[in-house]
Structures are given as structure tokens and as C-alpha cells.
């Protein structure tokens, strides 16, 4: 539908994306997000309850997984070395992405239909200042493949701020799938051993993760920088 020419159906459409959309976020964020956090940091008592669940468990911990990707106060790694915990490194990793994926799709569609306003609602003007080189960029693939890989980027706010760039959706799944597997991967190897009380992998991951976290760290601002140089001069 051509917005020029159907500006008032057009309006309708922003409003019911951005009232359905704000609505099922306030909804499930007041119901569901404390319980959801409190549940995941215990991972054995999240398995117990996953396991009572049966087939369905799955499918719950995938649901979760999306909330996490739509809600910003579930923390990400609670959830995901839960899913380790409970179904093993290579059935958390696969539901955790599954997830992500699920979460991520409604988040780009939401944002691409409804804009700025879904964006503002949950990005604050600090952060969409600091990434707003992404938009209407053509070197966008590059730049987020690379925000993605760094630790301490805000992934839920790049994905919100997906949707407004030029960058098409299968083209976007893919590069969150590729630079989000290697962390999913690692939250669950983690729960996995944990499960397993095989401590030693678990002490030797975390111990290089904050060595390549703090350097992340100190290093996102510049890429970040040299990204902003990259759009401007290009």
C-alpha cells in the first residue's frame, strides 16, 4: 500500500501495530517477567519443571527465549545457560536460537511496519544516536555483523534499530543467527556441564570469556567510531 496516496490507512496500521505490540509487551513483562527470572536462575529447579512438562517443554523454553528477545529485563544469559542446564549443549543451543530467531522476526516486522514509534518506545534517544549510522546506510550487513560479534553492544536494541534500516530480513536472520551462535553455544555448554557437575570445562570457558569480554569492552567504542567514520565518509 502506497503511503502517499493512503496516508490515513496507513496512520491505522502504525497505531494498531504499535497498540498491539506495547500491549503484549506491558502484558507479559508484568505477568510472566519476574516469575520467568526467578525461574531461570535455578537451573535445577528449571529442569524439574521442564521436565514435568514433557513434549511441551520445548516448546516453553522457545517461548521464553522470544520473550527474552522482545523483553530486555530478562537477562539473556540466565536463560540460556538454563537451556544447557536442561536439555544438554547441542538441544539448548538449537531452542535458544529458535527462539532468538522467533523474537527477532517479531521485533524487525513490528519496528519495520510501525517505524520510530516502536523503536522510541523502547531505545532511548542516547542509543539510537549512537547506532543511527546503521540507517539508510548501505554498509549496514557489514557494520551489524560486527556490533553483533562485539561483547557489551546492546543486541536488543540493534535488533529493534534493524527495522529501520535497509538491510532485508532473511539477510538480517541470517547475520544474527551467525554472529549470535557462538555466545548461545557457550551459555549452553555451560548449563550442560554444570548439569553434568563436570566443573573444570565450566571454570576454563568462563575464565577465557571475560578476557575476550574485556577486551571487547574496551574496544567497541573505537569499532563503533570507526563504523560511524566508515557511513559518513562513504
Given at each position: 500500500?502506497?503511503?502517499?496516496?493512503h496516508?490515513?490507512?496507513?496512520?491505522?496500521?502504525h497505531?494498531?501495530v504499535?497498540?498491539?505490540?506495547?500491549?503484549?509487551?506491558i502484558?507479559?513483562?508484568?505477568?510472566?517477567?519476574?516469575?520467568?527470572?526467578r525461574?531461570?536462575?535455578?537451573?535445577?529447579?528449571?529442569?524439574?519443571y521442564?521436565?514435568?512438562?514433557?513434549a511441551?517443554g520445548?516448546?516453553y523454553?522457545?517461548?521464553?527465549?522470544?520473550?527474552?528477545?522482545?523483553?530486555?529485563?530478562?537477562?539473556?544469559?540466565?536463560?540460556?545457560?538454563?537451556?544447557?542446564y536442561?536439555?544438554?549443549?547441542?538441544?539448548?543451543?538449537?531452542?535458544?536460537l529458535?527462539?532468538i530467531?522467533?523474537g527477532?522476526?517479531?521485533v524487525?516486522f513490528?519496528?519495520?511496519l510501525?517505524?520510530y514509534?516502536?523503536?522510541?518506545?523502547?531505545?532511548?534517544?542516547?542509543?539510537?544516536?549512537?547506532?543511527?549510522?546503521?540507517?539508510?546506510?548501505?554498509?549496514?550487513?557489514?557494520?551489524?555483523?560486527v556490533?553483533?560479534?562485539?561483547?557489551?553492544?546492546?543486541k536488543?536494541?540493534?535488533?529493534?534499530?534493524?527495522?529501520?534500516?535497509?538491510?532485508?530480513?532473511?539477510?538480517?536472520?541470517?547475520?544474527?543467527?551467525?554472529a549470535?551462535?557462538?555466545?548461545?553455544?557457550?551459555?549452553?555448554?555451560i548449563?550442560?556441564?554444570?548439569?553434568?557437575?563436570?566443573?573444570?570445562?565450566?571454570?576454563?570457558?568462563?575464565g577465557?570469556?571475560?578476557?575476550?569480554?574485556?577486551?571487547?569492552?574496551?574496544a567497541?567504542?573505537a569499532?563503533i567510531?570507526?563504523?560511524?567514520?566508515?557511513?559518513?565518509?562513504?
Open positions: 500500500m502506497n503511503a502517499q496516496k496516508p490515513r490507512a496507513h496512520l491505522v496500521v497505531v494498531l504499535l497498540a498491539v505490540f506495547l500491549g503484549g509487551v502484558y507479559v513483562s508484568i505477568k510472566f517477567g519476574p516469575a520467568i527470572t525461574l531461570m536462575s535455578r537451573p535445577e529447579r528449571f529442569r524439574t521442564i521436565d514435568g512438562l514433557g511441551a520445548p516448546l523454553y522457545i517461548l521464553i527465549q522470544t520473550a527474552h528477545v522482545i523483553i530486555v529485563v530478562i537477562p539473556g544469559e540466565i536463560v540460556q545457560i538454563a537451556a544447557g536442561a536439555f544438554g549443549t547441542f538441544l539448548g543451543t538449537l531452542y535458544s529458535v527462539g530467531i522467533v527477532t522476526v517479531i524487525f513490528a519496528t519495520r510501525a517505524g514509534t516502536v523503536v522510541r518506545a523502547f531505545i532511548s534517544p542516547r542509543t539510537l544516536k549512537r547506532f543511527d549510522f546503521l540507517i539508510n546506510s548501505p554498509k549496514s550487513e557489514i557494520a551489524m555483523f556490533l553483533f560479534l562485539i561483547p557489551g553492544v546492546p536488543d536494541a540493534l535488533i529493534y534499530i534493524s527495522g529501520l534500516t535497509p538491510v532485508k530480513h532473511w539477510k538480517f536472520l541470517l547475520i544474527c543467527v551467525a549470535r551462535f557462538p555466545g548461545l553455544w557457550g551459555s549452553a555448554y548449563g550442560a556441564h554444570l548439569q553434568k557437575k563436570g566443573y573444570l570445562p565450566v571454570w576454563i570457558l568462563p577465557v570469556a571475560p578476557v575476550l569480554f574485556a577486551a571487547g569492552i574496551l567497541k567504542d569499532i567510531n570507526r563504523l560511524h567514520r566508515i557511513r559518513h565518509s562513504g
